[in-house]
């Protein structure tokens, strides 16, 4: 059965909204698939309860104060589009309909108060890592604060990182044969600076010349993800000036939700004036493992001793851009590892953007279900393609009382080629 939505109401993205609601026929496939309905077993809380919430919304049968919380509960790891047999693309109404409720919804206080602290400090690294520092001051009284802030504060680590300072151009090593833009993040590159060093440090040993434009700032994912459209939008067009797609091969990213909401720029630019210019930069975007595999590697030295690796598929690498072969590759090409598959490895750990703050009590479900998959391996080690994966897995790792080292699949090459510690 098809369903239509009125399509002359919606602006510029409604024919991908229409399309995704027409091609949903309930099967159910996506049940099993979905975090949120294994995690609280309602149909409104599953992909395709989903999408007859939001159809009913769209056409007025249901009011906005009945969809959101459902939809809120969405961590948008679009696990059901790779489980749905119809192609029902999932984000091109899920994302969307969260711009269009965003300007007409009221939030309680606080959640509003952790909205606003997230979208005004997580994409500005300055400000970042400003609010990270004040935390080592706040930890000692968190059992004085409410539970979303407490949650903030455990994602944080006691002391953060020295700053990684790297140059505007990294020469490739060997014979140059390609050139990329290196897209440096922005709660990444607080939290985990090594990843960004890593990364250079393997793409200039394959022969990859790396710019790292000054001028760039934050993608816009965590913004656009959350609703946040023209925030989005903000950040986005700053990047279309900072970055020269004519001097480069490609626009590289090593964090997948990066990745994945610039590779979704074209929906959040229909209809505006850059919408060429965001299908231009979309097609230019790839993670580093698709990248480096296209490109074909060095052979990394073996491990001095054999270990055994969780590999954790990030959601908005495998789910949302179709990667899943690359960095096992890439890590396969290490001799003395053995990859374990992690059960139910296709589960969301949690993370989802901002989504374990606020969502905590199902981030922590979730969270504790990976970490407990990962555990049941016996690794030596987890790795994964996401700084927000990174983050909530070792959150739950520590609670286990079982923290195991967590690195980024080029954190791991680097080391193999001897560039990292």
Known sequence: MRHSIPV?????????????????????????????????????????????????????????????????????????????????????????????????????????????????????????????????????????????????????????????HLPTVSPAQKEQRARVALLSGCVQQVLAPAINRATVEVLTRNGVEVVMPRRQGCCGALSMHTGAAQQARGLARHNFKAFDLDDVDAVVTNAAGCGSGMREYPLLFSGEAEEEMARRFAAKVQDVSVFLDDLGIEPPPAFPAPITIAYHDACHLAHAQGVWDAPRRLLSSISNITLAPIPEGEICCGSAGSYNIEQPEIAAQLGRRKAEAIRSVNAQAVVTGNIGCMTQIDSH???????????????????AYGAMN
Do not use: W
Request: aromatic share 6%; with cysteine.
């Open 8 to 164: 002359e109401t919606l602006g510029p993205q409604a024919p991908a909204m229409a399309e995704a609601v027409a091609s949903c026929v309930h099967c159910g496939f996506c049940l099993p698939a979905c975090p949120t309905y294994l995690t609280l077993g309602e149909e409104m809380d599953s992909p395709r309860g989903r999408i007859l919430l939001m159809k009913g919304a769209l056409e007025g049968e249901l009011s906005h104060e009945e969809v959101l919380p459902h939809v809120d509960r969405c961590l948008g790891c679009l696990a059901c589009v790779t489980a749905c047999p119809s192609g029902v693309e999932y984000g091109d109404l899920l994302t969307p309909f969260r711009e269009m409720t965003e300007k007409q919804r009221s939030r309680p206080p606080m959640r509003e108060l952790i909205r606003t602290l997230t979208n005004q400090t997580l994409p500005f690294p300055g400000r970042f890592r400003a609010a990270a520092t004040l935390t080592r001051y706040i930890k000692p009284f968190k059992r004085l604060l409410p539970g979303t802030l407490r949650t903030m504060l455990d994602l944080l680590p006691d002391r953060l990182p020295p700053r990684a």
């Open 397 to 415: 790792l520590r609670r286990l009382g079982t923290p195991l080292p967590i690195y980024h699949t080029v954190e791991l090459l680097a080391k």
